[in-house]
């Protein structure tokens, strides 16, 4: 059971520094919902990971060794879905591309 708390904190995140959207899928037209969020602390991503799945990356610039690494979590399909309908209610400015993919 995942606190409220970390749903609200989550859908947060997601309207400030997340997307939501359609990823074609690699299968002819088909397209497969996404939710994704990057930042340079790792601490956001790894706290959606743990919590939902999904697929969490590290990117690491070598042009830019200046640069902060850049932390990525993304989840896709089904897992997508689970996660948008935990986080929709509490979600502010994505709230209507959320209920979008989870109409279809």
């Excluded at 959606?48 to 999904?54: F, M, S």
């Excluded at 200046?66 to 932390?71: M, Q, S, T, V």
Aim: proline share 4%; net charge positive; with cysteine.
């Amino acid at each position: 059971m995942i606190p409220l708390r970390i749903k609200a904190w989550s859908a947060g995140i997601i309207d400030g520094e997340g997307s939501i959207g359609w990823q074609r899928n690699g299968h002819g037209n088909k397209k497969c919902p996404i939710v994704q969020v990057s930042n340079t602390d790792g601490k956001i991503c790894k706290v959606l990971h743990e919590h939902w799945e999904g697929r969490l990356y590290l990117r690491v610039r070598k042009d830019r060794p200046r640069n902060k690494p850049i932390w990525s979590w993304r989840i896709m399909g089904r897992k997508c879905r689970i996660f948008l309908k935990d986080v929709e209610k509490y979600l502010v400015s994505k709230r209507e591309k959320a209920e979008e993919i989870l109409s279809n």
